[in-house]
């Protein structure tokens, strides 16, 4: 998959998933902007890409407000004359159950990962208007926003809000021929590092040398961070010209589209429904399930 010619900018890839992004991209030809908060992170991004053969520099800052998205976007535009594709990667935790989370918790992680992506592509969106030739926006989300995590109040909404934004935006963006769609993504990192489902069996992995499971990859599609960059270089060619408001999942040995919500069952009253004749006609509807389910290994 070629995107040579096209200019990058990769939010929170000084490491993990977005490193693995920015590296992918810059390995099919376009050029990339690497935005970390840690600037010593993403200047080593952006020097292993160059040391690869590939373009790349750093840009580094906190992502959340206007000021930062606008840099980003004026760095990519002064160093490679252009901006093409937007992946928004950038992301913190703080994790607490509803009764523990601070109101600086959930401002943080909303800050980061929701005004943060509408930030950096509102700034990425006024640009490729005026270059007139297209785009991309490539927004990243988790399952947790499309089923809901224990401890993760702050950080489902956020997610949840990147899926739905991704929707209002392939609208308002089609007629300048910029498509976007969300990313929801599956590996081991840092971040999940820590899930005590998971953690097991990503430690005897480690301490073995050996892959994952194959169950693991295919059944709860975990895998590495250069499993999931495939979709992300997809995403950003023109070959995916077509594709838009989707959120697609993607990890290990599995590629996965999400449905849109949408009514699951429907039942009608006459006059209306008071609050009796709900209560007898709810067993007639299948609840959906929520949270993100725990791995299960096949039966030995």
């Given at each position: 998959m070629d995107v040579s010619g096209k200019v990058c900018v990769v939010t929170g890839a000084g490491r993990g998933l977005g490193r693995a992004y920015a590296e992918a991209l810059a390995a099919a030809g376009a050029a990339v902007v690497v935005n970390d908060v840690d600037a010593e992170a993403a200047g080593g991004a952006a020097g292993a890409i160059r040391a690869a053969g590939g373009r790349a520099v750093a840009a580094p800052g906190a992502i959340g407000g206007a000021e930062v998205a606008e840099r980003l976007v004026?760095?990519?535009?002064?160093?490679?004359?252009?901006?093409?594709?937007?992946?928004?990667?950038?992301?913190?935790?703080?994790?607490?159950v509803l009764w523990k989370m601070s109101d600086e918790d959930f401002d943080t992680v909303i800050e980061v990962h929701l005004r943060g992506t509408f930030a950096c592509a509102r700034a990425a969106a006024v640009r490729m208007r005026e270059q007139g030739e297209g785009g991309r926006l490539i927004l990243i989300s988790s399952p947790a926003g499309q089923r809901g995590n224990f401890g993760q109040t702050n950080y489902a909404a956020a997610k949840a809000g990147v899926v739905a934004m991704a929707r209002t935006w392939a609208m308002e963006l089609a007629r300048a021929g910029v498509?976007?769609?969300?990313?929801?993504?599956?590996?081991?990192?840092?971040?999940?590092?820590?899930?005590?489902?998971?953690a097991p069996y990503f430690q005897e992995a480690e301490r073995t040398g050996e892959p994952l499971p194959g169950w693991l990859r295919r059944d709860e599609g975990m895998g590495t961070v250069e499993d999931v960059a495939g979709l992300i270089v997809y995403l950003a060619s023109?070959?995916?010209?077509?594709?838009?408001?989707?959120a697609i999942?993607?990890?290990?040995?599995?590629?996965a589209l999400w449905s849109h919500p949408a009514e699951k069952s429907v039942a009608y009253a006459e006059g209306g429904w008071s609050a009796e004749a709900i209560a007898r006609s709810w067993s007639t509807f299948e609840p959906e399930t929520y949270g993100i389910p725990a791995p299960k290994a096949p039966a030995s």
């Open positions: 004026d760095t990519a535009v002064a160093e490679f004359g252009r901006l093409d594709v937007l992946v928004t990667n950038a992301g913190v935790l703080r994790d607490r498509t976007v769609n969300a990313v929801v993504p599956v590996a081991v990192t840092e971040m999940t590092r820590t899930i005590p489902a998971f023109d070959a995916s010209a077509g594709v838009t408001g989707q999942g993607v990890g290990g040995d599995r590629l």
